[in-house]
């Protein structure tokens, strides 16, 4: 069993910084591409960015330049450091992982439960 699980939400000031973390844990044989996708109220859940395991990175234009994604392989974890935060950045943020749990086993699609982040005034 795989789980991914997110840590660093919270409120935040806007022009402000704030870390996440997903650790993934359980039966992993290896992990190809991580990401950061995030859901705004009322909004549909958009990509926000991703890393492959060699560590390219891609992000969308709304956070290019003030979000920057990372990945530690030794721990199966991805972070997403976020600077000079806006309010537009108010979103439950879920982390994302293609993991293939045995060398035997094709690959899947694990995701976070959510972690909230919000950005005041």
């Known amino acids: 069993q795989v789980q991914l699980v997110e840590s660093g939400g919270g409120l935040v000031q806007t022009g402000g910084s704030l870390r996440l973390s997903c650790a993934a844990s359980?039966?992993?044989?290896?992990?190809?591409?991580m990401a950061w996708y995030r859901q705004a109220p009322g909004k549909q859940r958009e990509l926000a960015a991703t890393i492959t395991s060699g560590g390219t990175t891609n992000y969308a234009d709304s956070v290019k330049g003030r979000f920057t994604i990372s990945r530690d392989n030794a721990k199966n974890t991805v972070y997403l450091q976020m600077n000079s935060v806006k309010s537009e950045d108010t979103a439950v943020y879920y982390c994302?992982?293609?993991?293939?749990?045995?060398?035997?086993?094709?690959?899947?699609?694990?995701w976070g439960q959510g972690t909230q982040v919000t950005v005041s005034a």
């Open positions: 994302y992982a293609n993991i293939r749990p045995t060398v035997a086993t094709y690959t899947f699609q694990y």
């Open positions: 359980g039966s992993i044989f290896s992990i190809n591409a």
